[in-house]
């Protein structure tokens, strides 16, 4: 009896070690390499593999976004923490983005997916959009800016409500919001217009032009739907990314600004300029290449092993090993953010072989499971408040299309970085390492 209790124990052993190396290391390496091979890596056109992505994160973000409305947990977080209250709705935007460059890429080829992004994620673009709009998880603007949360500067905030209802109203046909979103469109661009510099503060006394630029876009694709013509907008809001709102040692507009003096503080950093430059190019098309060059000069690091886009420039002596809420993790100066992010801002402004190595690299570090899970981004993610903020990041800048014409006669070679090789035999030898001692507890039992 005892004999057979130890068999057993040895046996249950053996079946979660087998399990382990199959769904966590050797499945991921096969879809890895059926990936690596996606044509949408290395033309112009947006990867299968995203359809796939888009799948998998559809199935749960409904019952995610109607959990943290009927919760109401969003009303219980302090200002203190930024994941917790930034992220959930930055998530549905992000996801929202990503459907609708899939809707557009769908009704010009639809071979990759038998039904419309919009058709079969319908409920979870109804569930995004109520997240977005329901005033509890709007708490945490109330407390920096009160009651007026909707008509006062909060631009963060309000640029994100701005996406997502225009969003929602082009993939859904849906105009029950339109009232909000052109009562939003016409206060923040009369406001953004009408102030000394063309900012307007996130938060009390914090200014970031990284959200500055994309709310102008986001202001300008609204103004498509409605019908309403921010051409002069647009073209007066390129104020707030000249003169003293520049990085004197790079060129780019800096992090930070002042949105009372005009003035940037703090240098140029890659998370804000690789979101940025996804955007530029639709408002300012000659200084988005401009900026591309100059972005490419201090912060781009084509490495022997891995290439990337560092966090601060090369040359500025700050610190190469850190963490915080925007950049993510920074290691040996190549920001992950930044990287990530620039995998959106080397497509769109036509940078191909930048684009194949940050995307390559991006999915070999994804360690997708069998399920759909993007195990990497799902674990950098806040699990308890935004769960789906890293996979709808990825999805997002993956799914970014070039704004420029190909050049047919610049000719990219489409290398893969090292890093590429020594991921793949990470999966496949410590996969193997532990399928061999799952076969070897098997082994024992007949010995």
């Known amino acids: 009896m005892k004999f057979k209790k130890v068999s057993i124990i040895i046996w249950l052993r053996a079946i979660l070690l087998a399990f382990v190396a199959l769904y966590f290391f050797l499945i991921p390496a096969g879809i890895l390499v059926y990936d690596l091979g996606d044509p949408g890596l290395q033309a112009d056109q947006v990867p299968r593999f995203t359809y796939r992505w888009h799948t998998a994160i559809t199935k749960d973000f409904t019952p995610w976004a109607n959990d943290r409305i009927d919760s109401q947990k969003a009303s219980k977080l302090t200002t203190d923490n930024v994941s917790g209250t930034e992220w959930p709705m930055f998530s549905a935007v992000l996801y929202l983005w990503s459907t609708e460059a899939l809707q557009e890429n769908w009704k010009a080829n639809s071979q990759f997916s038998k039904k419309a992004p919009n058709d079969y994620a319908k409920e979870a673009i109804d569930a995004a959009a109520k997240l977005i709009i329901d005033p509890n998880n709007a708490s945490w603007v109330k407390a920096h800016w009160g009651s007026g949360y909707l008509h006062k500067e909060n631009l963060f905030y309000r640029m994100l ?4 209802l225009t969003s929602y109203q082009k993939l859904s046909g849906n105009n029950q919001y339109e009232e909000v979103l052109i009562g939003q469109v016409t206060s923040l661009s009369k406001e953004l217009d009408e102030s000394p510099y063309g900012l307007l503060d996130d938060y009390p006394g914090e ?3 990284v959200d500055i630029l994309p709310a102008i876009a986001v202001l300008n694709r609204a103004g498509v739907l409605l019908g309403m013509d921010k051409s002069d907008f647009v073209d007066r809001s390129l104020r707030a990314f000249e003169d003293e709102l520049l990085d004197k040692g790079t060129g780019l507009p800096a992090y930070i600004a002042n949105s009372k003096t005009g003035h940037g503080y703090g240098p140029a950093r890659g998370v804000g300029i690789s979101y940025m430059l996804i955007w530029a190019p639709e408002l300012w098309p000659d200084v988005a290449r401009t900026w591309y060059g100059k972005y490419e000069e201090h912060f781009w690091n084509e490495g022997s092993i891995v290439s990337g886009f ?33 995998i959106g801002a080397a497509k769109v402004n036509n940078q191909q072989q930048q684009f194949y190595s940050l995307a390559t690299e991006a999915l070999v570090a994804s360690w997708p499971l069998p399920d759909g899970t993007l195990l990497l981004p799902r674990l950098l993610s806040n699990l308890a408040d935004a769960p789906y903020i890293g996979e709808s990041a990825l999805l997002f800048t993956m799914t970014r299309q070039s704004l420029y014409p190909l050049d047919s006669n610049n000719q990219v070679e489409h290398k893969l970085p090292y890093i590429v090789y020594l991921a793949l035999v990470f999966y496949c030898g410590l996969g193997l390492i532990i399928l061999r001692s799952s076969i070897r507890l098997v082994r024992s039992l007949s010995q």
Do not use: H, K, T, W
């Not at 409500?161 to 997502?164: D, R, S, W």
């Not at 002596?317 to 915080?324: A, E, H, L, R």
């Open 161 to 164: 409500l701005i996406a997502g």
């Open 207 to 209: 200014c970031y032009p």
């Open 310 to 342: 560092f966090e601060f420039s090369r040359n500025s002596g700050i610190d190469s090993f850190f963490f915080d809420v925007d950049a993510g993790p920074v290691i040996s100066q190549y920001g992950v953010a930044a990287s990530a992010f620039g």
